[in-house]
């Protein structure tokens, strides 16, 4: 018998109407295009508005209706919904048992996935160690962030970055040897100094002061995560090819987190490859947190052809970090 992979067999994604560009943030902080442009690569990013919708779940229900349309799955079928996310819609009620029942998977159990910007690629090792071991045939896994609900925009070294979005992607157990190949996941706690958001959780809990100290947004020593990054997330996606004996020839994409274009840059020259194998849409979105692995997905998914080997990278707070190598199915 073969053995069985855990394969993407579907995508979707989901942005908010609204456009932040980087022109609207320089009537708010102390900022210009040229600047952010040049330093992250970004030019605008979404932002969910009260009158669209309200929480994390409100995008995550969004991407995956629009899986199972495209898809035509029937939602009672689908045993698994993991939300990765750093933004759940509340502490304690698990936004992907509200995701799960709002898309009628009715016969799932569901929870969500918390790694900061690793989480989806966290995520696909979870739904791959479920599908691989015969317990689901359908995992549906989310990655979805309203980074709007956690920024400080007077605060101009991060609001320029993040933005707002969901992509979901479907595995399915897969006898041709398509899907999850390999991956290289780390964590290390020193990061937690440098990339947090310091109020709200069972160490500071929320009071009036917490909030006058606006300790209930989203912190980044910036210069001091972009070097942890740069390093961290082009030495897993070089380790992971190593191991599997990819070269840059055998590469079809890389999937990078859509965090800053340099550190894109950084892990693509590593690996050397070429620019136009890797997939880019942080100039439109800027950083989704958990939604920018599958959102590139979603917006790559008709160049994608069966057969490409795809490598993942990501690299987000904790720190937390990896490489996933993935051999596209369809
Ligand atoms: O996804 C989770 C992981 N996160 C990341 O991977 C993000 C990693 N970090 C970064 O992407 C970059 O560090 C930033 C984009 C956040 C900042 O870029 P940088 O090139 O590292 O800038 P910097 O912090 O070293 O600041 C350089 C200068 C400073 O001015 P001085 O001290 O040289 O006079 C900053 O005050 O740029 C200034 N600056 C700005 N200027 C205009 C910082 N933010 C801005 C801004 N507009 N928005």
Redesign the pocket.
């Known amino acids: 018998m073969n053995k069985i992979t855990a394969a993407i067999t579907a995508v979707g994604g989901y942005v908010p109407n609204f456009v932040m560009t980087n022109k609207m943030l320089e009537d708010m902080?102390?900022?210009?295009d040229e600047?952010?442009t040049t330093?992250?690569g970004i030019k605008e990013r979404r932002v969910l508005k009260e009158d669209e919708g309200e929480g994390t779940s409100y995008l995550g229900i969004k991407a995956a209706e629009n899986l199972i349309d495209k898809k035509g799955l029937d939602p009672k079928e689908i045993d698994l919904v993991l939300v990765a996310t750093a933004t759940p819609d509340m502490f304690v009620a698990s936004t992907a048992a509200f995701v799960a029942s709002e898309i009628g998977a009715v016969n799932a159990f569901s929870y969500d996935l918390h790694a900061?910007?690793s989480s989806f690629l966290y995520g696909m090792s979870t739904a791959a160690a479920y599908i691989e071991a015969g317990r689901y045939k359908k995992v549906l896994l989310i990655g979805a962030d309203k980074m709007s609900s956690i920024i400080d925009y007077t605060d101009?070294?991060?609001c320029?970055?993040f933005g707002d979005g969901a992509g979901a992607v479907l595995f399915e157990p897969n006898s041709e040897g398509f899907g999850l190949q390999d991956e290289y996941l780390r964590s290390d706690g020193v990061g937690r100094n440098y990339?947090k958001m310091d109020a709200g959780g069972s160490l500071l809990p929320a009071s009036v002061e917490t909030v006058q100290n606006r300790q209930h947004f989203i912190y980044?020593d910036?210069?001091s995560?972009?070097k942890f990054?740069v390093s961290n997330m082009a030495d897993a996606a070089a380790e992971i090819m190593k191991r599997n004996s990819l070269v840059d020839n055998d590469v079809a994409w890389l999937v990078p987190?859509q965090?800053?274009k340099?550190?894109i840059d950084a892990t693509a020259n590593r690996m050397g490859l070429d620019n136009s194998k890797v997939m880019m849409n942080i100039q439109n979105y800027g950083?989704t947190?958990s939604a920018t692995l599958p959102l590139l997905l979603h917006d790559y998914e008709s160049q994608l052809k069966k057969g490409d080997n795809l490598v993942f990278a990501a690299?987000?707070?904790g720190f937390t970090w990896g490489a996933n190598y993935l051999k596209w199915a369809y």
């Open positions: 902080v102390d900022t210009n600047w952010i330093r992250t900061a910007c101009r070294t991060t320029i970055i990339l980044q910036g210069r995560v972009f990054a987190h965090a800053n340099r550190i950083n947190t690299f987000g707070g």
